[in-house]
C-alpha cells in the first residue's frame, strides 16, 4: 500500500487514508491494479533516454510503433490510478493536505503539442472552466517534456516555490508567476496550454 499512498500523495496530492472502515468499500482488486500500475511507469521512466524523447515527442516526429504501445499503456496505468483514487476520494478516504474538499476529483489530461503523455491533476466537479490544479512533481514532469520539444514555445521554471511561465524570448505575452494554493498546488498553464481530458476507455 506504501507505494500507491506514494504516487497519490505526489502526483494527485491527496493523501489516502487506508485506516479510515470505509476504506473497505474500495475493491482490493483496484488497489492491487493500480500498485502494479504505479511499478509499471515507474519503470518506464527509467529506461533510456530513446523512449522517453519519443513518448515526449509532439507528433511531428517518427514514433515507433513499439514506443506507441508503450504510450498507450502508460495511458492506461495512468487511468487505473486515477480511477482508484477518484474512487477513494468518493468515499472521503482520500483528502488534501488542508482537508477533504469533495469539490475536486482526480483526473487525467493531456496536451496534444506536449506529445502523447498524460498528466495527473485535480479537476473542479461543478466547474468545468476552473484551473486544473497539478502538484510540484506533476508540474515538474510538465516542464521537463516541454523542455524537449522542438520549437519550444512554452517553457516552465520553478524558482523555489514561485512556478514561472514563460512565452519564449520574442513573445509579446508577459511571463506569469504562481505560487502554491493553500493545499501545494500549482494551475499549469492556465491561459497557455490546452488541456484535454483524457477519458475512460
Not at 487506508?18 to 483496484?30: G, L, M
Not at 513573445?171 to 498546488?185: F, M, Q, V, Y
Amino acid at each position: 500500500m506504501a507505494s500507491i499512498e506514494r504516487w497519490v500523495r505526489d502526483w494527485y496530492g491527496l493523501t489516502l487514508h487506508t485506516d479510515r472502515p470505509e476504506w473497505r468499500r474500495v475493491s482490493v482488486n483496484a488497489v492491487h491494479a493500480a500498485a502494479c500500475a504505479a511499478g509499471f511507469i515507474d519503470a518506464l521512466d527509467l529506461t533510456g533516454n530513446t523512449v522517453t524523447a519519443q513518448l515526449a515527442d509532439n507528433g511531428r516526429g517518427t514514433i515507433s510503433e513499439s514506443v506507441r504501445s508503450l504510450a498507450a499503456a502508460r495511458d492506461l496505468t495512468w487511468q487505473c490510478i486515477t480511477a482508484l483514487a477518484a474512487d477513494a476520494h468518493r468515499e472521503r478516504c482520500a483528502s488534501l493536505p488542508t482537508g477533504f474538499d469533495p469539490h475536486w476529483q482526480p483526473v487525467c489530461v493531456r496536451e496534444y503539442e506536449i506529445g502523447p503523455k498524460v498528466y495527473p491533476a485535480l479537476a473542479h466537479i461543478a466547474n468545468p472552466d476552473a484551473a486544473l490544479r497539478f502538484t510540484r512533481k506533476a508540474a515538474e514532469r510538465i516542464s521537463a517534456d516541454l523542455a524537449g520539444q522542438p520549437g519550444q514555445r512554452i517553457s516552465l521554471f520553478f524558482a523555489g516555490e514561485v512556478l514561472t511561465v514563460s512565452h519564449g524570448e520574442h513573445s509579446t505575452i508577459r511571463p506569469s508567476r504562481h505560487e502554491p494554493d493553500a493545499d501545494g498546488l500549482y494551475a499549469v498553464g492556465t491561459a497557455s496550454l490546452d488541456w484535454q481530458r483524457v477519458e475512460k476507455p
